[in-house]
């Protein structure tokens, strides 16, 4: 069954929810209304109706190894208090991100490679369990402005990545929250920042063992044949 929904109705109910974050999360430098889009994850369980209890939110440069009914079976696995299934990010952009943060702690795991790290997050294959999101108090506390603020000026963050930028934030703070995905599920082939002064940390980011099954071709990066 296919039900197709309006963009510019779901972006109208998104902003009020997400406005505040945008300006920390965004790739502009002021909030915009379009940007809304970009957090459409976040939020789910605020815009979708009741009786939707789970969703798989994907990107669009995916290929599915795999059948996409099995990694419904993941939220099986989520630990109690749980809310989102997420893939680690496979790169060191956020041992970037966090530059300012890290010196300051240096004894962090913020930013640091698996699998004793936290490396971040990365949104293209996201489990969201609607369910545990509307009861979880931790999670829609951490959706207000305030928290959001407080969030951003203790890790000193700037993304532009979106929701994956709050996600990989409240991560470091609550990782309770998360069911992390295994790398197979979202295997991602780009490469940027090994070419941009990361290349000596690169392949501890960037390594995934098993049978992939679903690449990512992030930052328009080819997808292997079959």
């Not at 109690?80 to 300051?104: C, D, L, S």
């Not at 295997?187 to 690169?202: A, E, I, M, N, P």
């Amino acid at each position: 069954q296919v039900i197709v929904h309006d963009v510019n109705e779901l972006t109208e109910k998104l902003f009020p929810i997400v406005e505040a974050m945008q300006k920390h999360f965004s790739a502009g430098s002021g909030t915009y209304y379009s940007d809304s889009i970009f957090f459409l994850s976040v939020a789910m369980h605020r815009i979708m109706a009741k009786e939707i209890t789970q969703i798989i939110q994907v990107d669009l440069d995916l290929k599915y190894k795999t059948n996409i009914r099995d990694l419904f079976d993941e939220f099986d696995n989520f630990p109690e208090g749980a809310v989102i299934g997420i893939a680690r990010e496979m790169q060191p952009v956020y041992r970037h991100t966090f530059w300012q943060y890290r010196r300051e702690n240096p004894q962090t795991k913020v930013g640091e490679p698996p699998p004793d790290g936290l490396p971040g997050f990365n949104s293209g294959v996201l489990l969201l369990n609607l369910e545990a999101m509307r009861q979880s108090k931790l999670y829609n506390q951490l959706l207000e402005p305030t928290m959001v603020q407080q969030l951003t000026e203790k890790y000193h963050f700037k993304g532009h990545l979106g929701d994956q930028d709050f996600f990989t934030m409240v991560g470091m703070e609550h990782p309770e929250l998360f069911h992390v995905l295994d790398c197979t599920w979202n295997r991602q082939l780009c490469t940027w920042w090994k070419d941009h002064g990361y290349s000596d940390v690169f392949d501890q980011y960037f390594q995934c063992e098993g049978e992939v099954k679903i690449y990512h071709g992030n930052c328009n990066t080819p997808i292997p044949e079959d």
